[in-house]
DNA sequence: ACAAAATACATAGCAATGCAAGGTATTAAT
DNA sequence: ATTAATACCTTGCATTGCTATGTATTTTGT
């Protein structure tokens, strides 16, 4: 069994599917980073760490996919909640249409 | 629509999937490179470059997934048959988890 | 006859991004 | 008082597809 490969792989499979995965648990839901942490290994059992997510979070933003905004905390560190515009939204839908079409594919891959 | 930043997407869900369509496609399979590039184009609709396979090969036969062997041709230049090892079949049937696994979660995401 | 395309394999530099590690700050638990 | 949890942030490293370029031989087009 191939532990360190199969590791590194799933590395690299996140890099395509985690901005994925953070836009479809995004719609139609806001949320705080720490909060979205949670949400996506919730759906997902993925354990993505604090260091992936802020900086995809500001990469998605610099690409106009979300909006955020602080929000102060009766006591404790304010929030930072984001939201999807509507950039998001169709760009996920796009995200979509390629994902399921390339699952199709691997479907077949695997059933031959 | 947001078309570059879908094709960079694309490219960086491609880094975490070629290989495993590579392992997939060569799974009771034996093709060598060029062939291998019209399997994949084949099945998976997915243009790849030789520039992109080559080496894929190579770091997928460095970690043992695969064994290569040329064969000389009546004419034209000698051809680099790969297929994969007991190692690659294993270790395939790991990375087929983690996709069906991954894959349900990302069903799941797009339905709700 | 010659040029272009197809076939077949190869290499290098660049861009993109998760990961680990480290950081700040505040509150809660021990 | 110390540690852990909560909440956000930054940086350098490792990994890999992509593009461009290269070699070689045969086939196809002009």
Redesign the interface.
């Known amino acids: ?2 532990d360190l ?2 590791h590194k ?2 590395a ?6 985690l ?3 953070v836009l ?2 995004l719609k139609d839901n806001e949320y705080y980073g720490y909060e979205l942490i949670e949400e996506i290994k919730k ?4 354990e993505i760490a604090e260091g992936t997510l802020y900086p995809l979070l500001n990469r998605l933003k610099n ?1 106009e ?1 979300l909006t955020s905004k602080w929000v102060e905390q009766e006591s404790g560190i304010p929030r930072k909640y984001h939201v999807l515009t509507k ?1 998001g939204n ?2 996920l839908q ?3 249409k ?6 199709t ?2 479907q ?3 059933i031959k």
């Open positions: 069994m191939n490969f199969v792989w799933t690299q499979v996140k890099k395509g599917i901005s994925f995965i479809s648990v759906h997902t059992e993925i690409e996919l950039k169709d760009t796009e995200m979509k390629y994902w399921v079409n390339m699952n594919s691997i077949k891959l695997m």
